[in-house]
T-cell receptor
Framework: DGGITQSPKYLFRKEGQNVTLSCEQN?????MYWYRQDPGQGLRLIYY???????QKGDIAEGYSVSREKKESFPLTVTSAQKNPTAFYLC?????????????FGPGTRLTVL | ELKVEQNPLFLSMQEGKNYTIYCNYS?????LYWYRQDPGKSLESLFV?????AVKQEGRLMASLDTKARLSTLHITAAVHDLSATYFC????????????FGKGTLLTVNP
């Protein structure tokens, strides 16, 4: 089955630690995205990648880093510089290019800072 | 900067009733997306509206887009309990095919 997987489903982090969230897709999509969702809020874009080996900052990139070494994978690292990282993190992918670029979402990772 | 506003943010309705969720956006955009989110779950794509006057329907949900008014609506007909969820609209700023700005979502509760 084609889809997007995220792991882990739940993640607990101590203050000062870096953690990495995994996102993998087998939809053969060129573009991938990371969003953050806080309770009662819409999604906010952290980073996006239009193609392998390229990525751009979204609206709230501070304290986060990404890499895109493979088409299928777009891991997100939440660094100790992110002051309030507790949130629900959603990864998405889309065909990209000049298409209407509908984004499809993974199941999410819930990160809690202890 | 594109801003997307939804109203109402909370909607409690009875089964069998009709209602409309509104999505306004602040600057020109040529597409509008609607998503559904169940509690604790991910987002499910409902509709992609690509042009002015576009209308799409799926079951009891119908979405429309008026790009001149910068307004999209999601109309619910004869609501049933299974429609209880949070509904988000999202739009890209004109010229961007990648960055989406989301509204805060409308939490819909359908009561028996």
């Amino acid at each position: 089955d084609g889809g997007i997987t995220q792991s882990p489903k739940y993640l607990f982090r101590k203050e000062g630690q870096n953690v990495t969230l995994s996102c993998e897709q087998n939809l053969n999509h060129d573009a991938m995205y990371w969003y953050r969702q806080d309770p009662g809020q819409g999604l906010r874009l952290i980073y996006y990648s239009q193609i392998v080996n390229d990525f751009q900052k979204g609206d709230i990139a501070e304290g986060y880093s990404v890499s895109r070494e493979k088409k299928e994978s777009f891991p997100l690292t939440v660094t100790s510089a992110q002051k309030n990282p507790t949130a629900f993190y959603l990864c998405a992918s889309s065909i990209g290019g000049n298409s209407y670029n509908e984004q499809f979402f993974g199941p999410g990772t819930r990160l809690t800072v202890l | 900067e594109l801003k997307v506003e939804q109203n109402p943010l909370f909607l409690s309705m009875q089964e069998g009733k009709n209602y409309t969720i509104y999505c306004n956006y602040s600057t020109t955009s040529d597409r509008l997306y609607w998503y559904r989110q169940d509690p604790g779950k991910s987002l499910e794509s409902l509709f992609v509206l690509l042009s002015n006057g576009a209308v799409k329907q799926e079951g009891r949900l119908m979405a429309s887009l008026d790009t001149k008014a910068r307004l999209s609506t999601l109309h619910i007909t004869a609501a049933v309990h299974d429609l209880s969820a949070t509904y988000f609209c999202a739009a890209p700023p004109r010229g961007s095919n990648y960055k989406l700005t989301f509204g805060k979502g409308t939490l819909l509760t359908v009561n028996p």
